[in-house]
């Protein structure tokens, strides 16, 4: 077998090439013949376009099956395949030109100008998608190609994926993902959530992240199985294909929407086998709720860009709320002390070792280095801890550790004890700028819809009875909704911007 990560997916595809791998709510249905069919027009056609072995291809389109073909395409013809948020401005976008410099571009009609304006020596070629992914220069034009193609041989550490980071301190950092990454993560999730060929996934995330990506589509890919793909999510749509569903996977914010609909009930998750949430903290009340209403308890995971999953709940034993259970197979994982010493107790930082790690950051070799321990663990920048049983809590960012009056307090164990105070939807704590403390600890807080509650002194005397005075808020600010990212994560960064001349 060839190491490209193409051919370990071939190898999973069903005997029957008519068998079903995606299917859309208006009845459109896509085979795995179709699949290799369409990847072998699209990669021999960009070949034939001057597009070559470690050449990077920018896409920035709308969801839509054939952008999944675009994808695999790439890969198979050994091209690095750059998704970019389709939110991305043109001052942004000109960044990851920029800085990655591919050699062509996949983008919407209407951003046609403003790509072609970018072309130099590196950007031979801009083709074009529409939002239905059956139109546009790129599909118009692979057509007329012959759908033969064979697949480029790749070595385990060649560059299959470039994906950015965030962002949210600097510039955004290429993460480079190789073919055997993307294989040894997806083969650890086909064991750990036992995938079968039977399972039908509910895809209604983007396509842009790990978590659309990669996580949802390669499991689908390595089970030989089908996908139910939905442009973005909808609640009224997610309950009409439920009961056609044996896995769904989501946000938290798809949870809690869910939540939110009287018509959702356990009768309609009777199909579904596993809910699985990531990308953003699962708050316990979510977790609590969503067992009561459906029967199921949400399995959580985590990872993150430059590693893919690192750990998740197990499937055969019990999930615990506010945990992200236990190290992936092939996965070491280990939480330190400020020294680099092994913690058994107590928070520390969270390092992961294995082969889903990352190779590097694009174009930045000291930064790499600097992100890795002598000994060949990555530092996640994630502040964690092990519960007695060995399961493993995600308790907040590095970046995001206040140290108030020269004491660290973890944002993580005030917002859990805020969230269960009567009346409070959600909240985030982050540190801002005084000049006694150095940092003063800080509550955002969303009230839930047509409720109240107490006031901020009686809030504030209450975390006394739980927390070190030194953790408690100085201050309490109402807003209407948190900041979020396009995967649901809070962004702190921005409540901090906003609030940074609070106490001065």
């Known amino acids: 077998m060839k190491n490209n990560i193409y051919s370990v997916f071939e190898a999973h595809f069903p005997v029957n090439p008519d068998a079903i791998f995606i299917e859309t709510p208006d009845g459109s249905s896509y085979s795995y013949g179709h699949l290799a069919e369409e990847t072998a027009r699209l990669a021999s056609f960009m070949t034939k376009a001057g597009i070559k072995k470690g050449d990077r291809v920018a896409v920035q389109v709308e969801k839509s099956p054939e952008v999944i073909f675009l994808y695999l395409a790439c890969l198979r013809a050994g091209f690095v395949y750059l998704p970019l948020n389709t939110a991305y401005t043109e001052t942004e976008l000109s960044y990851f030109l920029d800085n990655a410099r591919p050699s062509a571009v996949v983008c919407r009609p209407s951003s046609e100008a403003f790509f072609n304006s970018k072309k130099n020596d590196d950007l031979i070629e801009v083709f074009t998608l529409e939002a239905d992914g059956n139109r546009g220069s790129l599909v118009d034009n692979s057509r007329a190609t012959a759908a033969e193609f064979e697949t480029v041989d790749s070595a385990p550490d060649d560059l299959a994926v470039i994906l950015y980071t965030s962002g949210t301190t600097g510039r955004p950092k290429g993460a480079m993902i190789t073919h055997n990454n993307l294989a040894a993560n997806g083969l650890a999730l086909q064991q750990a959530w036992q995938w079968k060929q039977q399972d039908v996934l509910l895809h209604a995330l983007p396509i842009f992240h790990i978590h659309g990506l ?5 499991n689908v890919l390595l089970g030989g199985s089908k996908m139910l793909f939905v442009e973005k999510f909808d609640t009224r749509t997610i309950l009409q294909l439920l009961p056609k569903s044996t896995v769904m996977m989501g946000v938290p914010t798809f949870y809690t929407r869910l939540l939110d609909d009287d018509n959702f009930n356990q009768k309609v998750c009777d199909n579904v086998r596993l809910f699985i949430s990531g ?13 009561q209403r459906s029967g199921h308890t949400i399995l959580e995971r985590y990872g993150m860009t430059e590693t893919g999953m690192n750990t998740s709940n197990p499937v055969d034993a019990e999930r615990l709320p506010g945990t992200v259970g236990f190290a992936l197979p092939g996965v070491s994982t280990r939480i330190v002390d400020e020294n680099n010493q092994p913690l058994e107790q107590g928070v520390g930082a969270l390092q992961v070792k294995g082969d889903n790690v990352f190779k590097g950051y694009w174009g930045m070799p000291e930064k790499t280095a600097e992100e890795f321990t002598d000994d060949g663990y990555f530092m996640t920048g994630d502040m964690a801890e092990f519960n007695p049983q060995g399961y493993i809590s995600i308790v907040g960012r590095n970046k995001d550790m206040i140290i108030t009056g020269g004491y660290n307090v973890y944002p993580k164990e005030v917002e859990l004890l805020l969230d269960e105070v009567s009346g409070v939807k959600e909240s985030a704590v982050i540190g801002l700028p005084h000049k006694d403390f150095g940092e003063a600890v800080t509550a955002v807080i969303v009230v839930e819809p047509g409720q109240s509650i107490a006031n901020d002194s009686d809030i504030i005397a209450e975390l006394k009875k739980q927390l070190a ?22 962004q702190k960064n921005l409540l901090r911007e906003k609030y940074n001349t609070l106490y001065n």
Do not use: W
């Open 279 to 291: 990308s953003a903290p699962l708050l316990e009340q979510t977790f609590t709720e969503f067992k």
């Open 469 to 490: 005075s030194y953790k408690v808020p100085k201050k309490l600010m109402i807003v209407d909704q948190l900041e979020r990212n396009t995967m649901g994560k809070v």
């Open 214 to 218: 990669f996580v949802a589509c390669h």
